[in-house]
């Protein structure tokens, strides 16, 4: 009875073991960050509502994106942060208060700016890459012609056999 | 003399249009033939039969003969013989100065008186035997048949014995009782004793005028001797003068132990006489022994009989009959004890096929040790085993029984056996127990084909591919293959006759190259293996020059050259072969190929290719899969370098909102 019970534990222990571990220093980061905000919410309201209001495309950025590395929330952010600089710069000027924060937002001119400045990033992110990729695959195509004929220039020199005992030998290597 | 005459080494010429059948020997065809620069033909070659081992290895040894009792043997070798298109063995010898003595007794002649006989025949023949015997000879055909009368001299001149096996053609009237036992082509090598018999034998026919014994069969006149002995049986009521009945009585006695030697006959003829020889008597048994329902009255007779019909030997044996006929009837326990400790061991064992002919067999050698290697219906010498093996394959025949008498123990039990001053079987014994380790060698260069050239020195070359030109040397091989080369270059130049006459002809080849032989047929092993023993051959042996054969191993070693991976080295290779196939030297050949440096830098430089290939593999399947799947290059590169670049440009616009507050500029 017990020898049948015994393997019914296991799948347990392994599902504990592939559950994501979240790190003592992220969960760390995580808790200075929001120590952080909270304070800087505490001291500068005004500044912050501009920054939370300001930085909202960056916020869903960081929502909505799942790629690893979140290089849409990266692209999106530090620009979205550039739009909002001018304005946080303003308000430090002005004294920082609330009824400022409103004015500035009441104005069109800055979410123009701020909004802006994120879909210039958001652009960034979507369409560089495609230019990118038709890049990598022009040059690839370059390569894959350059290969060949160095395939052949083997196949000349050295035979079939070269082929035939490289894929062999690859082969083997692989199952070994 | 009429006739394109056949040149033989520049030294001899031989006419085919002009035959003498009066010295045709039953296996040996003569035509005239004379030396080089004389007008007169005073000699005549025998053209040896195809189908027969000669025993050429004895040539040398009779040329240097000077008896005049013996015809002058003047040259052998090998010629191409227009009327059978093909090269023949030849051995020329002088023509004898009278008729063959069967001729002369073709007709009964009055009987020849003692003193005669004594001049005419026994002492030229008494002179030759020990000029024979100074020489480490035998004749071993020595009867009328062979015997010339020489007009001049008025006395006996003996013919050549060299064309065929030993005693080949000897009748079975002049054999001792095991010689005429022997299967002919098995006889093996003639002592002095077997001579000695002979010249008994002949003589006896000479004294009498005329052959008694003509009409009958072998199996009736060997009956007769062994079962009342060749004197007393074949002499019976004929009459004999006194004085000639003691030298044939002393010549034919079938105890080799009590028969006249060589220094007895020569007592004799100084008119002393011999010491007798005291040797045990001959048994008799008191009744016969029933085999088959034939009744032998003899110890050799029965033996003989058992060897004949093995099932009822073997069966008489395993009984006891055999046993009991020993002890009751023959009163011997000595052949008691022998045939128990031959035979007791091997019944014990394990029962194989010719289990009845190996018991028969070993019975045979301790109960009959004089008589011949009786197994499977072969009697043979231990000295005749090789002609025998070599005469079988030539025709075809089945060697087994003599390639088990050589494998199996029965040889050291025979020689176990003979009177210990027969000292010619030892040497005998080494040459079997050598031949046996060589048969059980199967690799190529070994097996029957190496035991028929170490066995027979003087042997042609067997091969199917080169037979016909009777090749006698390493030299000879080597030319004959020159010879078929244009049109054979798809096959292989050798096969196991070729390898095994080479490695027992030339003791410098490397004996162990049969294991490289041994590689499979279109291996570049064994193509370098066949270039390496040619041009071993050739550089001991062989001609200088054989571009042919070259050529041919040039064809043959393409397997080799495919050893060198780079196409352009292969070609440079083929190339430089072709080149020196023309040259006609093989080591040249050999060290074009054969390079181990340039072997292993080429093998070096396939395997950088090797992994340059693979590498070159890998790389395009990802650049395909880059082209193809574009989306996932976007993700992979793209959005990296647009999260780069974005980030550089945000930091830069940041920096530059900074630096124009602090300049007092603002948005």
New interface residues.
Partial sequence: MSAEKKPAAKPAATAKKGAPKVSKATRFGWMSLFVGVALASAFFASTSVLLFVGMLPTLVAFITDR?P?K??A??????????V??FV??LW?SGQGLAATFQLLAQPYTWL?MYG?AG??WS???Y???????Y??YR??S??SD??G??KK?L????P???V???R??EAKKQS | MAGVPVDLAGRIEIFPSAPLPWLNEPHAKAYAARAKGESRSTLYALICDEGLPVRGEAFANFMNSDSAALVRFRDQGVVYWPLTDQAEQIVVLSRPAGPRLDQLLAEPQQPMEDQLLVQFFVRPMADLLIDLAKRGLTHGNIHPGNLFYNTRLNEVQAGEAVSGPPSYAQPLLYTTIERGQCTPIGRGAATAADDLYALGMTGLVLALGYNPWANLTDEELLRVKIDRGSFFGLVGELRLKGSLIELFRGLLDDNVRRRWDLNDLDTWLSGRRPQARVSENDLKPSRGFTLNGTDYNSLRGLVHGLTKEPMAGAAVIESGELDRWLVRTLSSDRHAGLLKKATSVFLDGNRTATFQDQLVARAAIVLDPQGPLRYRGTALMPSGAGYALAGLMIKGGNIQPVVDIISSPLTSMWVDEQYEGRGDHLQTQQQIEQSRAYMEKRTIGFGVERVIYEMLPAQPCLSPLIRKSQCRTVADVLTALEKIAGDNVKREPIDRHIVAFLMARERRINQAMGSMLGAPEGSADRALGIVRLLSDAQSRQGPENLPGLTNWAVHMLEPAIKRFHQKELQDKVRGELQRLGKGGNLSALLEAIDNPILLAEDQQEFEIAMQMYAQTVKDIEDLQADIQNRAAVEGRVGQPIAAGIAAVVGFLAIGMVVLLSVMGIYL
Avoid: C, D
Wanted: charged share 5%.
């Fill in positions: 790629s590395g290089m849409a990266l692209s999106i952010s530090v620009l979205n942060l550039a739009g600089m001018p710069i303003n000027r700016v400045a210039i990033g960034i992110y979507h560089l890459p495609k230019f990118v990729a038709t990598v695959a690839a195509q390569q894959l290969l060949q160095l395939q083997l000349e020199k050295w035979g056999n070269v082929a005992l490289a894929m030998n690859a």
